[in-house]
């Protein structure tokens, strides 16, 4: 996994020419430490400390109404401005999608960011937007 998560760093930063308008968000509660350790491996390639906050998808999910009929929200603590920021949302796994797209909607209410990239350990590649891992690490074959 250290070796997985370092060439996602690396990949982070060639992609943007450098990190100085990255800023990190996990997608609690299994992005968020793999967005630390990412942020922990960016620091050690350009001696750069970078933004990592993290964001609670739940209240933007399109399945609230089964999750509970009062969800409690947690405000999105995404870290810093993503006001013309690339915007890079980590996650464990990217199967269908829909957690990608509550993320990008709850990045959006914290302001406009440049672009919004994805970073996923495991890619199972049944999301009908198959542009949304720009960076994964290999994953075990559509059908498992």
């Known amino acids: 996994m250290s070796r997985a998560l370092m060439r996602i760093s ?3 930063t060639e992609k943007n020419k450098g990190v100085d308008d990255v800023v990190l968000v996990g997608i609690r ?38 999750e509970s009929e009062q969800p409690v929200i947690t405000k999105a603590d995404i870290g810093a401005d993503v006001n013309d920021k690339n915007v890079v949302l980590v996650d464990d796994v990217l199967y269908t999608g829909r957690t990608a797209r509550a993320a990008i909607e709850a990045v959006f209410t914290a302001g406009r960011p440049r672009s919004i990239q994805f970073a996923v350990l495991v890619d199972r590649g049944r999301q009908k937007r198959s542009h949304l891992a720009s960076r994964a690490h290999r994953g075990p074959p559509a059908g498992v």
Do not use: A, Q, W
Request: with cysteine; hydrophobic share 25%.
């Open 29 to 66: 509660r299994r992005g968020v430490p793999i967005s630390e350790r990412i942020r922990d491996n960016i620091k050690k390639i350009e001696n750069t400390e970078l933004p990592c906050g993290s964001v609670d998808i739940r209240f933007y999910r399109d399945d609230l109404t089964h």
């Open 10 to 12: 690396h990949e982070i």
